[in-house]
């Protein structure tokens, strides 16, 4: 059984340099417990074939891996232009329409309607992540002329954010729609939702689903943080997405945002994962900044479930060396006395249910038992275990389940190793099953110590309600 030693866990997206079965089971090797699969890149066939060679490491090194299919979400682009590209200038007027013909120097189509229904005279318009700027003198249902107030390069099919703004445009596209299906009958463990502004988007992704796969909703719209308390409700985990996030808002709020967000995902026991530019650097160099260094770790001091790499493993020319950087920083953080006495002035003891406080004892027994590293959780649904990851414990937490999707939505969760077990008939069982699981992972030694929680009846999701204390 391949066990990963850190307690934050690692993202790495796939594409062109990552995609072979040799890279990817390096990556799993170098620390990866959740792979993403962006389907704003690559065919069917392409994605099939991930998804058997990331099932079949799953196989060969007995752990259980995540699979994160990321939908792309409606995409706000210009159109094209005559020579490819335009170099618009500080003070210049310029055009947007809808009549689909090749752009100038004086206009470009923009196929977006909704955008023209939501503009109003001294709008701002973000162009190529935000390096160009519109604002809007005056407009129509289908043209609006703007002042360049930041001017630049702008070259065809372009990204156009248009921040402050609530968009009537649904969070899924017809593009989305189809990828759905693909990635339920392939047996997605995650579904990232992007251009999330409300919590009835969710609602919305939740009627099509087929699966039980979890939502990762992607936090990169203003409007979201106005329904974040909703938004995390309907949510199975979050997604602070930076990129296009500090393009609406402006750079000095990211770091605000991101921390409020973490905030309320921890507040509610939700996984929350940091994402975007993390080591960036590192696409085309062998090392990363300090600055990035810093904000992996800021995120591992927050205690956040999850980080994540995009275009490091997706395209970069060390995707190996990214993860491996990244697990090094992950781990020395952890090491650090004041990251465990962080989480535990950030950790609330909220709630008066009996299975908040079984899994609050289970940390505080585990801490208190001085050859205690680790707490065994018996879950069905995978409420136990988020449970008790919610309270950092500063242990292990090692999840047996009779459920494979359970073990695999776990890969995701701080501090949790994963096993698919028989399902349990007696209290007998669960002290011979969790001795044996403790010691064939390798997490503890014969004899050691180890903090079993459980719910009796077995079977029922959601109740925790035996903390029991054993030798492995």
């Known amino acids: 059984m391949l066990i990963h030693d850190s307690f934050c866990k690692i993202i790495a997206t796939v594409g062109p340099a990552s995609q072979s079965p040799d890279m990817l089971e390096k990556l799993v090797l170098a620390g990866v417990s959740v792979f993403r699969i962006n389907f704003s890149h690559g065919t069917e066939e392409e994605v099939t074939a991930r998804f058997a060679a990331i099932r079949a490491l799953e196989k060969k090194y007995g752990v259980c891996l995540g699979i994160l299919c990321d939908l792309q979400g409606p995409k706000l ?3 094209t232009f005559k020579e490819g590209a335009v170099t618009l200038k500080e003070g210049q007027k310029f055009r947007l329409d809808m009549t689909g013909l090749p752009g100038d120097e004086t206009r470009v189509t923009l196929p977006h309607p909704e955008i023209f229904k939501a503009m109003h005279p001294g709008l701002e318009l973000l162009l190529n992540d935000g390096l160009i700027r519109l604002r809007v003198e005056e407009h129509s249902n289908d043209s609006a002329l703007t002042t360049v107030t930041v001017g630049g390069v702008l070259s065809n099919h372009k990204g156009v954010n248009v921040p402050g703004v609530k968009l009537p445009i649904s969070a899924l596209t017809e593009k989305d729609r189809k990828d759905l299906q693909l990635a339920e009958k392939l047996g997605a463990d995650f579904i990232g939702l992007s251009f999330v502004q409300e919590p009835e988007d969710l609602l919305e992704l939740r009627k099509l689903m087929t699966s039980r796969a979890d939502i990762i909703s992607k936090i990169e719209k203003p409007s979201a943080i106005e329904h974040l308390n909703e938004i ?3 949510s199975d985990a979050v997604m602070v997405a930076r990129g296009d996030l500090g393009v609406e808002v402006s750079t000095e709020m990211v770091p605000v945002l991101q921390r409020r967000i973490v905030d309320e995902c921890r507040k509610a026991g939700k996984p929350v994962i940091i994402a975007t ?3 960036e650097s590192m696409i085309t160099n062998v090392t990363p900044t300090r600055a990035e ?8 001091y927050d205690g956040v479930d999850a980080v994540m790499l995009s275009g490091e493993t997706a395209a970069g020319k060390y995707p190996v060396q990214a993860v491996q950087t990244m697990h090094s920083i992950i781990r020395t953080v952890e090491k650090d006395d004041r990251h465990r006495q962080n989480l535990m002035r950030r950790d609330k003891l909220a709630g008066d249910s009996a ?3 079984i899994t609050v004892a289970a940390g ?8 205690a590293n680790i707490i065994v959780n018996f879950t069905d649904s995978g409420q136990t275990t988020l449970r008790t990851a919610k309270f950092r414990p500063g242990v292990r ?5 009779p459920k494979i999707a359970t073990a695999r939505h776990m890969a995701l969760v701080w501090g949790v190793t994963s096993v698919v077990v028989q399902n349990l008939q007696s209290f007998e069982d669960i002290q011979t099953e969790a001795g ?12 050691q110590k180890i903090v079993v929680t459980a719910g009796i009846p077995f079977g029922r999701s959601g109740e925790t309600n035996l903390l029991y204390i054993i030798n492995a």
């Open 77 to 79: 682009r210009v159109g």
């Open 232 to 234: 995390v409700a309907l």
């Open 277 to 279: 530019q993390m080591l």
């Open 293 to 300: 260094a810093s904000d992996v770790a800021t995120a591992v």
């Open 355 to 357: 299975e908040t406080a």
């Open 364 to 371: 505080i027994a585990a801490r208190a038992i001085q050859t």
């Open 397 to 401: 937490i090692l999840s047996l389940t």
């Open 436 to 447: 044996r699981a403790a010691r064939e992972s390798g997490l503890v030694e014969p004899g």
